[in-house]
Each structure stands twice: as structure tokens, then as C-alpha cells.
């Protein structure tokens, strides 16, 4: 089992079985397809989404019209949570990026079981706070290391958040496109088509159908000078 496995500890794992009850008669059950949009930048969104499997992708539209991938979150993970105790327009669109079960919540609803409940506030800002020092983390490694360090904080990411062992290495459990990656750090396909050739030929990464092994992380981390950070503030 990989080390992630053992240590990330997302909103909804954190909380007692009793209070992960509690949460859920709070809320709305419902299943979600493939590219459904539950809310768009510059709205002021009602709801707060609970991810019980598949996942749901966060982005942001650039300048220049183009879509930057941010997060995909997954199983115990909230969408929604930065439109929470603030009166400001949400900064993020989320989109079903894979078939979803979700518990959605009325805002209002959910912030006052906040405040009642100690442990699912205490578990929600803990849960909270790493996800906002994962993103800064994030946009430290795309501003001071380029596109290639970029690709490379993407990929090791990937790996903390969808990584399983395997014979060759760590096998991220989710099948990316080259235009999937270049969404992720903000440059075009064709050069993540070039950069994943380069680490292909040097043996850092290889393919098992449409998933990406890869082989050799520590030659990502070297690259990127990482510290010993905690995994939790390594993820996608």
C-alpha cells in the first residue's frame, strides 16, 4: 500500500460514524453524469456538494479565454466549501468529471451545522486548510519552476492522490490526456506531448493503456528540489 493511502485524511474520513450520520440528513442525495456543471465561476452558489464517488473537477477561465484545470476532487472531499462564511461570488467552475454520487447541501444549511457541531467544523477547517496550502504549494512550483516543473508537480500530485503500487512503479488511477495534463499547469498539448516523450525515453514514465506509470518519482522530485512536506499538501 503507498504511504498516501495510509496518511490523507479527507473531510468525510475525519468524523466520527455518528456525526458522518448527522451530516448526511442534512443533505440531498443525488447522482450526477459526466459533465454536468453544479456551479460556474461568478456565481453565487446555494449549494455545497459532498463527493461520495466519482469525481468532480474545479477550473478557472484565464484571461485569454482558455480553461485552467485547479483541483479534482474525489470520494470525502467538498465542492463548493470556499463559497462558505463569505458573501463573495465563488472564483471556481465544478464540473462532474466522472460519474457522480453526491450529497448536495444548502449553504446556510451546512454553516450552521458548523457552528453547532465542534467536530464537523474542526474537521471541515483542518480539512480546509491543507486544500488551501496544497494549492498555494501548487502555483509556487508552476511560477518558479515552468511548464516543465509544472508537468512535474502535476504528475507527482496525480500520484499522491490516484496512486497505486504496481510492478513498474506507482500507476495513476485515472486516465488523463495529454490536453488533460496541459489543462492542469496552463500550456498547450503539443508541448506535454513533447515534455511526456522526453520523460518517456528516459524511462521516468511509462503506459499501461490510457494510464500513466510512472517509474521513477524521485527524478520528478530532484528536478523540483521538493522538501519533506507532508503528503496531504502534495495533491491534485
Keep these: 500500500m503507498l504511504k498516501q493511502e495510509r ?10 460514524e455518528e456525526n458522518r450520520q448527522l451530516l448526511l440528513e442534512h443533505g440531498t442525495e443525488m447522482t450526477k453524469r459526466i459533465g454536468t456543471v453544479l456551479f460556474t465561476e461568478g ?8 463527493v461520495m464517488s466519482g469525481k468532480v473537477r474545479l477550473s478557472k477561465m484565464t484571461v485569454d479565454g482558455k480553461e485552467f484545470s485547479l483541483h479534482l476532487k474525489q470520494r470525502g472531499e467538498l465542492a463548493g466549501e470556499v463559497g462558505l462564511f463569505n458573501p463573495m461570488a465563488i472564483s471556481v467552475t ?8 453526491l450529497v448536495r447541501f444548502n449553504r446556510e444549511t451546512i454553516e450552521s451545522l458548523f457552528e453547532k457541531n465542534g467536530e464537523i467544523a474542526v474537521a471541515f477547517m483542518k480539512w480546509f486548510a491543507i ?53 492542469y499547469i496552463g500550456t498547450t498539448r503539443e508541448g506535454v506531448n513533447r515534455m511526456m516523450n522526453e520523460l518517456k525515453k528516459d524511462s521516468v514514465l511509462c503506459y499501461e493503456g490510457n494510464y500513466i506509470i510512472l517509474k521513477n518519482i524521485p527524478y520528478l522530485k530532484e528536478y523540483l528540489q521538493c522538501g519533506d512536506c507532508p503528503v496531504e499538501v502534495c495533491t491534485i
Excluded: W
Design 7 to 16: 496518511t490523507m485524511r479527507r473531510f468525510y474520513d475525519q468524523l466520527s
Design 43 to 50: 456565481e453565487y452558489p446555494e449549494y455545497v456538494y459532498l
Design 94 to 101: 465544478a464540473t462532474v468529471a466522472e460519474d457522480a454520487e
Design 131 to 183: 486544500h488551501t496550502q496544497s494549492t498555494q504549494a501548487k502555483f509556487r512550483d508552476l511560477i518558479l519552476c515552468g511548464k516543465k516543473g509544472g508537468l512535474y508537480s502535476t504528475l507527482i500530485r496525480f500520484s499522491n492522490s490516484y496512486g497505486k503500487a504496481h510492478a513498474d512503479g506507482t500507476l495513476i488511477d485515472v486516465k488523463l490526456t495529454n490536453q488533460d495534463i496541459a489543462d
